[in-house]
C-alpha cells in the first residue's frame, strides 16, 4: 500500500487558517487521497477527498499538488470543536484493493 | 438515516468468553470492514468484506472471525477472548468505488479481564 507522511501535532489559534501537510511520494495514478479526522472518544469521520484537482466542501479544502505527490488540507477558520487527530490515507480507486490503511496522523490542537 | 449502528458500546469479558460485535449499515454499502484501535495508535484493519458471502482478512485478524450474509450486517466474533483484544473496535462502510468516503460506526469499547 502506499504509505503518507504527516506531522505528529500542529497547534493553531481559533478563528485562524491551518495548512494540514501529508506527503504521498510513492502514490500511483489509481489513488484517491483522502482525509478523515478522529475527535477524542469518537469513530473516524469522512473529511474530504480528491484525486487531481482541488476540492472544497463545508468542511474544508484540499489542495492537491500539481505532480501529486503532496497534498494540503486546509480548515478555513479553526474552531475548538476542530481539535483532532486528521488522518491522509490513500485509498485504491476501486474494488477490494480499497481498504483505508490508518497510519498515526497529525494531532491538531486549537488554542482559544 | 442511521449510518452505520454498532452494538454494544460498551463490554466487559473474562479471558476465554466467547461474543459477536453487531455491526449494521443501512446505505447499501458494498463494502465494510472492522478496525481496531489501542490506546494512542491509529486504526488497524481486522477483516472486510466486498460483498454478502465474500470476506478477507486485514493486519491484524488472529483470534478474530467474520462472515457477511447480508449486505447490511458485519459481524464480528471473539472465539475465546484474550487481554490483548482490549481495545476500542470500529465498524465501517463505503461503496467500492475508491471516490466515496467511508462512514465509521461510534465504536465499541471493549474490555477483557
Known amino acids: 500500500d502506499a504509505k503518507t507522511t504527516q506531522p505528529n501535532s500542529m497547534e493553531s489559534n481559533e478563528e485562524e487558517p491551518v495548512h494540514l501537510p501529508c506527503n504521498h511520494s510513492t502514490i500511483s495514478g489509481t489513488d484517491y487521497i483522502h482525509w ?13 477527498h480528491g484525486l487531481t484537482s482541488n476540492v472544497n466542501n463545508r468542511m474544508a479544502s484540499l489542495a492537491i499538488a500539481e505532480d501529486r505527490k503532496s497534498s494540503t ?10 481539535a483532532a487527530v486528521y488522518y491522509c490515507i490513500l485509498r485504491f480507486y476501486g474494488g477490494s484493493q480499497g481498504n483505508l490503511i490508518f497510519g498515526k496522523g497529525t494531532k491538531l490542537s486549537v488554542k482559544p | 438515516n442511521a ?4 452494538t454494544p458500546k460498551f463490554q466487559v469479558l473474562k479471558t476465554g468468553q466467547s461474543m459477536t460485535l453487531q455491526c449494521a449499515q443501512d446505505m ?3 463494502y465494510m470492514s472492522w478496525y481496531r484501535q489501542d490506546p494512542g495508535m491509529g486504526l488497524r484493519l481486522i477483516h472486510y468484506s466486498v460483498g454478502a458471502g465474500i470476506t478477507d482478512q486485514g493486519e491484524v485478524p488472529n483470534g478474530y472471525n467474520v462472515s457477511r450474509s447480508t449486505t447490511e450486517d458485519f459481524p464480528l466474533r471473539l472465539l ?7 481495545s476500542v473496535y ?3 462502510s463505503s461503496s467500492l468505488e475508491g471516490n466515496y468516503g467511508y462512514t465509521f460506526g461510534s465504536g465499541t469499547r471493549l474490555t477483557v479481564v
Open chain 2, 3 to 6: 449510518g452505520v449502528t454498532q
Open chain 2, 90 to 92: 470500529f465498524c465501517a
Open chain 2, 28 to 30: 447499501n454499502h458494498e
Open chain 1, 36 to 48: 478523515y479526522r478522529q475527535l477524542p472518544s469518537q469513530g473516524p469521520e469522512y473529511v474530504i
Open chain 1, 73 to 82: 488540507l486546509i480548515l478555513h477558520r479553526a474552531t475548538l470543536r476542530d
Open chain 2, 80 to 86: 475465546s477472548a484474550a487481554p490483548s483484544q482490549t
